[in-house]
């Protein structure tokens, strides 16, 4: 499954909203009604770290300015407003089937 | 608190075998169900799932799956006395260069989403 992301690189101004779109190249909702895609963010010097599972889901500790939506192919990650530790590389990736795919990241930079 | 610290050469030469190990601490690596997956990272690129493996007998999948364009060259195991993982790839070349992560990964009948990752460990192939 092919994992496509957009933009690739996302400068935004503190306190602004930010949305990062992902496709998938085939559908990720399963019969139990879940989507199977998960967003992680890379921090500058950091293992990637789990933001949302299951398309919605925040995972603990995620702060909820940060939001998930989307159904089948297509997806995205929402930040509300945008603060400097949000820093970093956000990768989108399907846990619907091995291989597990990624997509290719968006570099979010502050302005 | 569950964490997890990967350990293992940072040099590896040509066409020999890269081998990493993960420690698991804060919990057993038999407790779960949970799968324990191996990541990859070329430098400034994105990431590449590597494969998964099982500690417990409460997966259904057979205990190991792999990324089939590394399947030739992979193994992995699991040392339960140990609470770590293993990985080893065979005939490396410097495409193999990368941080290696390893992770623990959920079932796909909750979520599949890695959960907790290690700090990461860089290896390069280089003569």
Same mark, same amino acid.
């Given at each position: ?17 930010? @949305?990062? =779109? ?6 990720? $909702?399963?019969?139990? +009604?879940?989507?199977?895609? *998960?967003?992680? &963010? ?24 940060? @939001?998930? =939506? ?6 995205? $990650?929402?930040?509300? +407003?945008?603060?400097?530790? *949000?820093?970093? &590389? ?22 | ?127």
């Amino acid at each position: 499954t092919v994992m496509t992301q957009s933009p690739l690189s996302l400068p935004v101004t503190p306190g602004e909203p930010a @949305s990062i =779109s992902c496709r998938s190249s085939q559908s990720l $909702l399963l019969s139990n +009604r879940h989507n199977y895609l *998960d967003w992680y &963010v890379q921090r500058p010097g950091q293992s990637p770290q789990l933001l949302i599972y299951l398309g919605s889901n925040r995972a603990s500790g995620v702060p909820d300015r940060f @939001s998930g =939506s989307g159904s089948g192919t297509d997806f995205t $990650l929402r930040i509300s +407003r945008v603060e400097a530790e *949000d820093v970093g &590389v956000y990768y989108c990736m399907q846990a619907l089937e091995t291989p597990y795919t990624f997509g290719q990241g968006t570099k979010l930079e502050i302005k | 608190q569950v964490q997890l610290l990967e350990s293992g050469p940072g040099l590896v030469k040509p066409s020999q075998t890269l081998s990493l190990t993960c420690v698991v601490s804060g919990g057993s690596i038999t407790s779960g169900p949970y799968y324990w997956s191996w990541i990859r990272q070329p430098a400034g690129k994105g990431l590449e799932w590597i494969g998964r493996i099982s500690a417990s007998g409460s997966t259904n999948s057979g205990g190991i799956n792999e990324n089939p364009s590394l399947k030739s060259r992979l193994s992995m195991s699991v040392d339960s006395s140990r609470n770590q993982f293993s990985l080893r790839l065979d005939s490396v070349t410097a495409a193999d260069t990368a941080v290696y992560y390893c992770a623990r990964t959920q079932l796909p009948d909750t979520t599949g989403a890695f959960d907790i990752w290690g700090q990461g460990t860089l290896v390069t192939v280089s003569s």
